[in-house]
């Protein structure tokens, strides 16, 4: 996720700064000896180029939610968290390759694109991948999760980053301190989804008058799912209870549910589109797993 954020950030200074025409001017390599040496050597003289150091990472913890999503598959069901929130601590400096001369100062050229990187950031206030990327597609494998998500910003905090002192010192010794702009991506954690345990298909509702001495009336809440023999489900299956007179369907996922069905024995009925129908005795309550139905291709 985070490499996806990376070439995006690379395609927004791209697409909006002009004196940015080419990907080797704009790396996420540590800006120490090496990245000098590597624009020293590889980029034309009295170009420029862009660092973007990501320097640390944090949870947000004011975005936490306990939040879940329930889904089910086959006759299982799974909870998906909320997803946790990343803050990505980028850290960009310019550097320019520009001779001095008395009328040309190569700081004033960094400067100059610093200005520019501050102005499209905060011109787009939250980064939306598919608006960014605009007529162009989105790379290959980039995250659904985040193509249309408005991912928050935090551009130059009056905080600054507390320990830039000791990022630069560590970047090499005799190298002059460079002005950065720090800024703070907010990216999703997607977590994945967690076994919740078997869906409910059963349940048994007694119905009495208070203080009558008479046998209870019983009602039955069943479910079950509706699939082919290798254990694909099949929507849109119409399920009846013949005795009772009571039709259902299946969802998306293959299930079906009568919500009150008495006790006893009964003929149930399904029929899909494109498969032979089953017919087959039901007695309720049973064990759930005898509430599926297998249905054959015609």
């Not at 395609?11 to 624009?39: C, K, N």
């Not at 944090?58 to 799974?78: C, D, I, W, Y």
């Not at 968290?81 to 990343?86: D, F």
């Not at 004033?108 to 694109?113: N, T, V």
Request: with cysteine; charged share 20%; hydrophobic share 40%.
């Amino acid at each position: 996720m985070i490499d996806h954020l990376d070439n995006m950030l690379r395609h927004l200074f791209l697409s909006r700064i002009g004196q940015l025409t080419d990907e080797a001017q704009i790396r996420f390599q540590p800006p120490d000896d090496a990245w000098r040496t590597y624009v020293s050597s590889n980029l034309p003289p009295g170009s420029n180029a862009l660092n973007i150091y990501l320097a640390d990472l944090r949870e947000n913890r004011k975005l936490r939610s306990n939040e879940r999503v329930r889904s089910v598959s086959n006759g299982n069901a799974f909870e998906t968290p909320a997803p946790r929130r990343l803050d990505c601590h980028y850290l960009i400096s310019a550097w320019s390759l520009a001779v001095t001369t008395p009328p040309i100062e190569p700081t004033a050229d960094e400067h100059a694109l610093l200005y520019q990187v501050i102005q499209v950031l905060m011109e787009q206030d939250t980064l939306v991948p598919r608006e960014i990327y605009g007529s162009d597609p989105l790379p290959a494998g980039f995250p659904p999760e985040i193509a249309d998500a408005e991912l928050p910003t935090s551009i130059l905090p009056v905080e600054g980053f507390v320990k830039l002192s000791e990022f630069w010192t560590t970047m090499g010794n005799n190298h002059r301190w460079k002005p950065v702009i720090y800024l703070v991506v907010t990216l999703p954690v997607i977590l994945g989804a967690q076994f919740a345990g078997p869906i409910v298909t059963t349940r048994i509702t007694e119905f009495r008058r208070s203080a009558e001495l008479v046998t209870a009336e019983l009602w039955v809440q069943i479910g079950g799912m509706v699939q082919t023999a290798g254990g694909a489900a099949i929507p849109g299956a119409v399920v009846d209870i013949l005795e009772a007179g009571l039709r259902t369907g299946t969802d998306s996922q293959g299930h079906y549910t009568f919500p009150r069905v008495p006790t006893g024995t009964h003929t149930l009925r399904v029929v899909a589109v494109g498969y032979q129908p089953a017919i087959q005795q039901l007695v309720v309550p049973d064990r759930p797993e005898n509430y599926d139905i297998i249905l054959t291709s015609l």
